[in-house]
Nanobody, 125 residues
Framework: QVQLVESGGGLAQAGDSLRLSCTASEQDFSMYSVGWFRQVSGKDRQFVAVISWNAGYTYYADTVDGRFIISRDLGRKKVYLQMDNLKPEDTAVYYC??????????????????WGQGTQVTVSS
């Protein structure tokens, strides 16, 4: 059972940057693809980005492509989401999630077996 913990959320102004981290409890994490999702209260959880097990494949939602970068440090069991040029519409709770399928093709939340508790990102205009 993989446990995931997100960190790095907080308050930012439009145009600022934040880096989210996702830390895993198990070494098996290195064989999983990892995604970031976000959710605004009262709305469905939204796919943000995904990275394959070996970081050879990444994919982004159109809304963040060109502004966010997902990366991973296999040795430290961490995945990062670098968020640049933040916009107020990026405000949400951000979740990292691990998918036992390693190829990074997951896009829907039901495809990811393990989830963190979320970290709040708030961007003011």
């Amino acid at each position: 059972q993989v446990q995931l913990v997100e960190s790095g959320g907080g308050l930012a102004q439009a145009g600022d940057s934040l880096r989210l981290s996702c830390t895993a409890s198990e070494q098996d994490f290195s064989m999983y693809s990892v995604g970031w999702f976000r959710q605004v209260s009262g709305k469905d959880r939204q796919f943000v980005a995904v990275i394959s097990w070996n970081a050879g494949y990444t994919y982004y939602a159109d809304t963040v492509d060109g502004r966010f970068i997902i990366s991973r440090d296999l040795g430290r069991k961490k995945v990062y989401l670098q968020m640049d040029n933040l916009k107020p519409e990026d405000t949400a709770v951000y979740y990292c999630a691990a998918d036992e399928t390693p190829n990074g093709r997951g896009r829907e939340d039901y495809e990811f077996e393990y989830w963190g508790q979320g970290t709040q990102v708030t961007v003011s205009s």
